[in-house]
């Protein structure tokens, strides 16, 4: 077993986590008979005390966020944000139907969501267009 995910089984151990991380690919949301929904995402996650550019890879997780806050969060984040989820992790397990081997990846419920901060592709978009002046008000009649 990895160092990564024996560290990861002791974390959820725990009731509730904080993560920061990249979303690896835009939100997607699922709509379910009854009205619920669930928004769809992945994170990639830094290990503690690396840096950009030195080989390092980021954990990826699933994040699932449930009912009007996945809309929300699918409605306002987009691949490259950098996002803080707080929730319960569990691991989801199946048999892939190809290999027929065992399979199985690390979920995160989130409870609440931030984005911390845009991507620098969203935040060098194109600049606002000025606002238009307002119509002169007609001259008042003597």
Known sequence: ??????????????????????????????YFEGGKSVANASIGINIPGSKQGDGKQPDWFKVEIWGDDGQSFSDQ?????????????KTSRWTDRNTGEERQQLVITADQWSLVRPSDQ????????????PAPAPAAAP
């Open 1 to 30: 077993m990895s160092d990564t995910l024996a560290i990861i089984k002791t974390i959820m151990r725990a009731s509730s986590h904080r993560f920061v991380g990249r979303i690896g690919r835009d939100p997607e949301v699922r």
């Open 77 to 89: 984040c987009r691949k490259g944000d950098l996002v803080e989820v707080l929730g319960r992790v």
């Open 122 to 133: 969203r935040q060098a978009g194109p600049a606002a267009a000025p606002a238009a002046a």
